[in-house]
């Protein structure tokens, strides 16, 4: 049940990469019948990932090694090459660290980045947005959805916004991506990230979409693959796969969500119900269908989870990127947590092998769990432990 650290890679994603890996070792490069067998292959992952987000054209999705470093691409290629348009990034404060540091290099080279409050559920303040919206502001980048706490952003409004002060808006739908539509023509986006894994793809493989028109400095130079923006030869076997999990997610998205959506909702409950000063981080129906995130107050996150893994269950207490630092997670904070409220929070993301009776199993844990660590918590109030 963490699910957003990593899902396993799909049987029919692997079948469809394993001959790109023996038998069909050509490069997309090559001239003869062997490197346009390679060429016809990463085409087709390129239609199918576009096909994903309804981009207009296949060209527009430029394939990288993932979700980093199509978020570094999309904020300092855009900066950098219009950087005579303005030098002003806006971007939230429940922002993934890639985004984060990213807009914080920026700052140590002369460009300057706001980072937008949210407000308790986690959703960017429209007016907030209209405010910090000036003639010098190039880019606005804003996820789709927080990987933490689930909030699926109001993209559309804000891309409204955005568009009328002539900037450009880049989304990360990293978390998003797979498990709720995203149409970045009907929704007004001009630049997106998505990736592979989080669709039960390969690991390791990425795309930005790019809209027509828009001109990026590339990050890597060199052969001038991937239209000059993202050049080094093509990682094709695991393009492919991303492909076919693409194609595997708009299929079966819908049916999966409603699936994912009923299971997020019973444990949700299952596990605020029995249980006193316990609480839901993140909006209740705006948030992604996999998310199920939690607070409980007096204890610490990290024993509940190792009671929760010594009986077999795997969860989060955060974002696996600042699971090392003893720091609570800046999104928890963002959203009006203090401290100690971030540090009770559990995270639990769901996938495609979970079923009701996993749901069912990790909410008859969590009573006796909680129980027992506020009984030796120093915080617990005298009368919850009668
Ligand atoms: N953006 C978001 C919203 C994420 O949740 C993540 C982590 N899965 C990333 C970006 C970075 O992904 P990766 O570490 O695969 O590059």
Known sequence: MDHAVGRPVDQRVIDAMLPFMNSSYGNPSSLHVFGQEAKHALEEARTRVADLINAERKESVIFTSGATESNNMAIKGVVYRNKDRGTRTITSSVEHMSVVNTCKFLTTRGFETVFLPVDSFGFVGLEDLERELTDKTVLVSIVYAN???GTIEPIREISKKVHEKNAFLHVDATAACGQVPIDVRREGIDLLTLSSNDMYGPRGVGALYVK??????????????ERGLR???ENLPSIVGFGKAADLS???MKDESERLTRLRDRFIDGLLKPLPYSFL????????PDNVSVRYSFIEGESMLL?????GVFASSGSACTAKTLEPSHVLLAIGLKHEEAHGSLMFTLGRQNAEEDVDYAISLMPNIVKRLRAISPLTPKELNM
């Open 147 to 149: 990987g933490e706490i």
């Open 212 to 225: 027509e028109g828009i001109r990026l400095e590339p990050l890597l130079h060199g052969g001038g693959q």
């Open 231 to 233: 050049s080094g030869t």
């Open 250 to 252: 708009k299929n079966e």
């Open 281 to 288: 981080n993140g909006h209740p129906t705006k948030r992604l």
């Open 307 to 311: 009671g929760l893994d010594m009986m």
